[in-house]
């Protein structure tokens, strides 16, 4: 088998999680400049057998999609042109930053460490990743 890579996009930075070779467990991997994130998904796909790429879908509260999502869609055209047939699946991302801030909360992590943006964005990769392998 192979990984399943998650993204928790964002305008500045981009949070990324994956699974184990058995797609068992989400791990969080880096958090990467969004303007970066090409460049680092070609190194990573050509050294890392990925099979699937999972990308949160942003929504508001109404279920209405958020302003972020104009960008996730650009990503997702350049995304299929640089590697084309690629399979990537949605997930609804609703709350994973909370999530994400209060699993850092009950880790133990110190107020400087919680404000670390970049693991919050990578944390919430895993729960996205996590979201979507509990539902296989």
């Not at 050509?46 to 942003?58: A, D, M, T």
Request: hydrophobic residues 40%; aromatic residues 8%.
């Amino acid at each position: 088998m192979a990984r399943i890579l998650a993204l928790d996009y964002g305008t500045k930075r981009t949070g990324l999680a994956v699974t184990d070779e058995m797609q068992i467990i989400a791990s969080g991997l880096t958090t990467v400049e969004t303007d970066q994130l090409m460049p680092f998904l070609r190194t990573y796909f050509s050294s890392e057998k990925v099979e699937l790429l999972v990308v949160g879908e942003p929504t508001q509260k109404d279920g209405s999609p958020s302003d972020v999502e104009v960008e996730i869609q650009k990503f997702l055209v350049e995304f299929s042109e640089e590697f084309p047939g690629f399979p990537v699946k949605r997930v609804n991302e609703m709350y994973t930053s909370k999530m994400a801030f209060q699993t850092m909360i009950d880790s133990g992590l110190k107020k400087k460490q919680r404000r670390n943006k970049a693991l919050i964005d990578e944390i919430a990769a895993t729960i996205i990743l996590q979201d979507y392998l509990g539902n296989l």
